[in-house]
Every structure is written in structure tokens, then in C-alpha cells.
């Protein structure tokens, strides 16, 4: 099958994931549901201030699928602290806060 | 455990022409959870499913991220398949939620088939939250090959 023709009968269908984002003081956390993907076809990238989360499925009986989505993410996060897993569809992504912007404790000294 | 049929008793090959309702479903969902989740909309989610005739067997494919395997059941007849699946989306210790379009959900689904398959054969795999079903064809409902002759 040629690429046009695959192109007419099966549009590539682009899929907004669902996502929850969790925060704590040490990190934002992106869980997103993206089923059927191959962990190295699933890009991550950090361009500050925007986290960009794509995936292509191809060669599926299916629909080829295409997943997108994008966030405004804010100065605290550090874009080379960035880590990724991968596990029964569900990608997560722990986005680490710069040291800066994580609570500090600091000791009052009897003077 | 509640079994809907779905009021779309529909074929095997009409089930892919039902997604776009679902996920035209889903995505009211959306809307509506984004300004409040509401929990009868959690009610209603289905996940996409998806039927491949080969020759041989009905494949079909449904999307379960972060379903378990022993929290999916699968019964299989001649003529039919129900799939029921759920997950229950845990709280993150020391975390707050900022954001929360992800949803626990408890699904079941009946489908007609329209072949009759060999339920003794059914294969059933779950990879990256993707379950696949295979449901070979009895040999009487497999395509068969006629050979012409020549008349003499």
C-alpha cells in the first residue's frame, strides 16, 4: 500500500491524553494514560517554559495513533532534572524542582 | 458486577464505526470534568475497543492503561465476548493534585460477534495497557477458497 493511499483510509488520529499532575515540595509529577506505546517512541521534552509530551503508534492494526500534549510549566522547574517511566500504558514524569525554589529549613540560632 | 449490553447491538465491523461516539462521549467528559468531575460521567467511561477480522480469528484490541491483569475479566460464548475491567486510581502520599483528568472506572461490554470463534482457543494478552484479544473462527465461519476448474 502506497503511503497516499494510507493516508486516505486511515487519517492519523490525534489523542489529547488524560493527565493528572501531582506536586510536591520536591517535584511536579505527569501522569498521563497512553496505552500501546513503545517506550522509545515516546518523546519527552523540556523547552522551558513548555513540557511537551508526543507519541506516534505505527504499524498497529489500527489506527495509527498520535498522542499530544502540552503544558506551560513555570521557572522552578530544573529542564535537566527531568525523568520518564513507562509502565502499563501510564507515563509519568517527575519534573524536579530547582533548589532554589524548594523550602529550606533554616535553624533560628540563639544568638 | 452490572453487564451492559450496549444499545448499539451491533455486528463485529460496526463496533469500529461506534468510536466516534465514544469518543465524542469522552470527550463531554472532559468538558464537564474540567469544571467539575462529576461522578456519573466516571460512570460512563469506556475505553476505546477496536475489532480486526483476519481470515482466522476476531482480534480485538482495547485500551486499559493502568488496569491490572487480575482486575480484567473476559467471558467468551460462540457468538459473543464481555470484557469487564476496572482500576481504582490511588492517592499519591505527600502529594497534591493539581490537575486531575485521569479516572478510576469500572467498565463492562458486551459484543455480538460475527463470526462464531472456539471459546477453548481464545488468547488473551496484556502489553502496555493494551489488551488484545484473539478469538479464532470455528473452521465452518473461515473464508473459503474455491478453486474454478476448467469445465472438460
Same mark, same amino acid.
Given at each position: 500500500?502506497?503511503?497516499?493511499?494510507?493516508?486516505?483510509?486511515?487519517?492519523?488520529?490525534?489523542?489529547?491524553?488524560?493527565?493528572?499532575?501531582?506536586?510536591n515540595?520536591?517535584?511536579?509529577?505527569?501522569?498521563?494514560d497512553?496505552?500501546?506505546?513503545?517506550?522509545?517512541?515516546? @518523546?519527552?521534552h523540556?523547552?522551558?517554559?513548555?513540557?511537551?509530551?508526543?507519541?506516534?503508534?505505527? @504499524?498497529?492494526?489500527?489506527?495509527?495513533?498520535?498522542?499530544?500534549?502540552?503544558?506551560?510549566?513555570?521557572?522552578?522547574?530544573?529542564?535537566?532534572?527531568?525523568? %520518564?517511566?513507562?509502565?502499563?500504558g501510564?507515563?509519568?514524569?517527575?519534573?524536579?524542582?530547582? /533548589? %532554589?525554589?524548594?523550602?529550606?529549613?533554616?535553624?533560628?540560632?540563639?544568638? | 458486577?452490572?453487564?451492559?449490553?450496549?444499545?448499539?447491538? *451491533?455486528?463485529?465491523f460496526?463496533?469500529?464505526?461506534?468510536?466516534?461516539?465514544?469518543?465524542?462521549?469522552?470527550?463531554?467528559?472532559?468538558?464537564?470534568?474540567?469544571?467539575?468531575?462529576?461522578?456519573? *460521567?466516571?460512570?460512563?467511561? %469506556?475505553? $476505546?475497543?477496536?475489532?480486526?477480522? !483476519?481470515?482466522?480469528?476476531?482480534?480485538?484490541?482495547?485500551?486499559?492503561?493502568?488496569?491490572?491483569?487480575?482486575?480484567?475479566?473476559?467471558?467468551?460464548?460462540?457468538?459473543?465476548? !464481555?470484557?469487564? /475491567?476496572s482500576?481504582?486510581?490511588?492517592?499519591?502520599?505527600?502529594?497534591?493534585?493539581?490537575r486531575?483528568?485521569?479516572?478510576?472506572?469500572?467498565? %463492562?461490554?458486551?459484543?455480538?460477534?460475527?463470526?462464531?470463534?472456539?471459546?477453548?482457543?481464545?488468547?488473551?494478552?496484556?502489553?502496555q495497557g493494551?489488551?488484545?484479544? $484473539?478469538?479464532p473462527?470455528?473452521?465452518?465461519?473461515?473464508?473459503?477458497?474455491? !478453486?474454478? $476448474?476448467?469445465? /472438460?
Open positions: 500500500m502506497d503511503q497516499q493511499t494510507q493516508e486516505k483510509n486511515r487519517p492519523l488520529r490525534k489523542l489529547s491524553p488524560n493527565v493528572d499532575v501531582f506536586e515540595e520536591h517535584e511536579l509529577l505527569v501522569v498521563a497512553v496505552p500501546g506505546l513503545d517506550p522509545n517512541e515516546i @518523546g519527552v523540556v523547552e522551558l517554559p513548555e513540557l511537551r509530551i508526543e507519541a506516534k503508534v505505527q @504499524g498497529s492494526p489500527d489506527t495509527p495513533v498520535s498522542y499530544v500534549r502540552t503544558f506551560r510549566l513555570d521557572e522552578r522547574i530544573d529542564a535537566e532534572r527531568v525523568q %520518564a517511566d513507562y509502565k502499563d501510564v507515563l509519568r514524569v517527575h519534573l524536579t524542582k530547582s /533548589a %532554589a525554589f524548594r523550602p529550606r529549613r533554616v535553624a533560628v540560632q540563639a544568638s | 458486577m452490572l453487564v451492559r449490553f450496549n444499545d448499539r447491538s *451491533f455486528p463485529v460496526s463496533a469500529a464505526r461506534a468510536f466516534p461516539a465514544q469518543s465524542l462521549r469522552r470527550e463531554l467528559d472532559r468538558l464537564f470534568g474540567d469544571l467539575e468531575r462529576a461522578p456519573s *460521567f466516571a460512570d460512563s467511561f %469506556a475505553p $476505546t475497543v477496536s475489532f480486526v477480522d !483476519t481470515a482466522e480469528a476476531l482480534v480485538l484490541r482495547a485500551e486499559l492503561p493502568g488496569v491490572a491483569e487480575k482486575d480484567i475479566d473476559i467471558d467468551v460464548t460462540a457468538n459473543a465476548v !464481555t470484557i469487564k /475491567a482500576r481504582k486510581l490511588e492517592t499519591l502520599e505527600g502529594y497534591t493534585a493539581q486531575r483528568e485521569r479516572q478510576s472506572f469500572t467498565f %463492562a461490554q458486551s459484543y455480538e460477534l460475527g463470526a462464531r470463534v472456539d471459546p477453548e482457543r481464545v488468547q488473551a494478552s496484556l502489553k493494551v489488551l488484545t484479544l $484473539t478469538l473462527k470455528v473452521a465452518e465461519a473461515q473464508p473459503k477458497k474455491v !478453486t474454478v $476448474t476448467a469445465a /472438460a
